[in-house]
C-alpha cells in the first residue's frame, strides 16, 4: 500500500509543476497562434508592426505581477509565470512537510494557501531593497547636478557627469534609459519607461521638476536645490519614524517571550500537561499549528501599521 505522506510530499508537487507548466505552454501557444493570425490579417506578414508591439508591452506593463517581476529586476517575459509555479510549488512543500508532523488535511491546505504567498514576501522585500538603494543614489545624482548647475554647467552635463560617477549599477541603469533613449523616444516616454523599472516617487517628483524648470525656459538650478533640502528632510523625517516604529516592534517581541515563558512556567507546575497536548497529541499539534499561524499573522499585521511612508 502507497503511504500517504509520499503521495503528498512527491507526487502532489510534481503533478501540481506539471499541470502549471502545461497550462503556461498551452497559453503560450495560443497567444503566439493569436499573434500570427492578427499579423496575417492586418499587414500579410509574419511580424507584428511597431505600434502593435508597443501595445502588447504596454498591455504587459499594466498586470499587477508584471509590474511586481519588474520593480524586482525580473524582466523577462515568462517571469510571471516562473514567480506562480515557485509560488504553488513553495506552499505543496512546505504543507507536505507539515502534514508528516500534524497529519491533518486542514493543516496541508492551510498551509499550501498561506505559504504560497511566502515567495511574494521575498519579492517585496527586494523591491523595497531596491528601491531604497535607487531613492538614497537619487539624492546624492540631485546633490551633484545642483552644485554643477550653480557653477555653470549645463543640466544634461551635470546630469550625465552625476550618474557616470555613481556607484549604484542599478541607478544608473535606470539613468541610462534616460540618457540613451530621450533622443530617440522623447523624454516623456524615457521616464515612463524608467518608471516600469523602479517604484520611487521621489523619480517622479525629479520628473516634475525637470518637466517644469525646462518648461519655464531658464535656469531652475533654484528648484532643484528647493527638492534636495526636501529630499533630505524627509530622510531625516524617516529615520526619525523608523526608530519610534522600532520600539514598537521590539515590545510585541517582548509579549510573545513572554507567553512563551508563562508556558513553559505552567508546563512545568502541571507536570507537563500542557507538552503533552500540544506536542504528544494531534489535536494538539493542530491547535499549536494555528495558534503559530495567528501569531505570525498578528505580527505581520503590526507591522503594516507600524510601517508609515
Do not use: C
Not at 504553488?88 to 512543500?93: E, H, K, M, Q, S
Not at 512546505?94 to 511566502?118: N, Y
Amino acid at each position: 500500500m502507497i503511504d500517504l505522506k509520499f503521495v503528498l510530499l512527491f507526487i502532489i508537487p510534481l503533478l501540481a509543476v506539471a499541470l502549471v507548466f502545461y497550462f503556461y505552454y498551452w497559453y503560450k501557444t495560443i497567444k503566439v497562434q493569436k499573434r500570427l493570425i492578427e499579423s496575417l490579417a492586418n499587414e500579410g506578414s509574419l511580424i507584428l508592426d511597431n505600434k502593435t508591439q508597443e501595445k502588447n508591452d504596454d498591455i504587459r506593463s499594466r498586470s499587477w505581477l508584471r509590474k511586481k517581476m519588474n520593480y524586482a529586476g525580473f524582466e523577462s517575459v515568462s517571469a510571471p509565470y516562473v514567480f506562480i509555479v515557485i509560488s504553488i510549488t513553495t506552499g505543496v512543500l512546505i504543507g507536505g512537510f507539515i502534514v508528516m508532523v500534524i497529519e491533518s488535511p486542514l493543516a496541508f491546505v492551510s498551509s499550501v494557501l498561506i505559504f504560497s504567498f511566502l515567495p511574494l514576501l521575498v519579492v517585496t522585500k527586494i523591491i523595497r531593497s531596491r528601491e531604497e538603494e535607487f531613492n538614497l543614489f537619487l539624492k546624492e545624482i540631485i546633490d551633484k547636478v545642483t552644485s554643477m548647475m550653480k557653477s555653470g554647467v549645463g543640466f544634461e552635463q551635470g546630469l550625465r557627469k552625476s550618474i557616470m560617477t555613481t556607484h549604484s549599477k542599478f541607478t544608473k541603469k535606470v539613468f541610462d534609459i534616460y540618457l540613451n533613449e530621450k533622443e530617440i523616444i522623447g523624454e516623456d516616454k524615457a521616464f515612463e519607461k524608467m518608471f516600469t523599472l523602479v517604484d520611487s516617487k521621489e523619480l517622479r517628483i525629479f520628473y516634475l521638476t525637470i518637466s517644469i524648470g525646462k518648461s519655464s525656459g531658464g535656469k531652475f538650478s533654484n528648484t532643484l536645490e528647493k527638492l534636495r533640502k526636501t529630499l533630505h528632510d524627509q530622510g531625516e523625517i524617516k529615520q526619525q519614524i523608523t526608530s519610534s516604529t522600532r520600539e514598537i516592534k521590539i515590545g510585541t517581541y517582548m509579549i510573545i517571550g513572554i507567553v512563551v515563558f508563562i508556558f513553559v512556567l505552567m508546563n512545568s507546575s502541571l507536570n507537563g500537561v500542557l507538552y503533552e497536548h500540544f506536542f504528544g497529541s494531534d489535536n494538539g499539534r493542530l491547535q499549536l499549528f494555528f495558534i503559530i499561524i495567528w501569531v505570525a499573522f498578528g505580527l505581520f499585521i503590526n507591522n503594516l501599521l507600524t510601517k508609515i511612508k
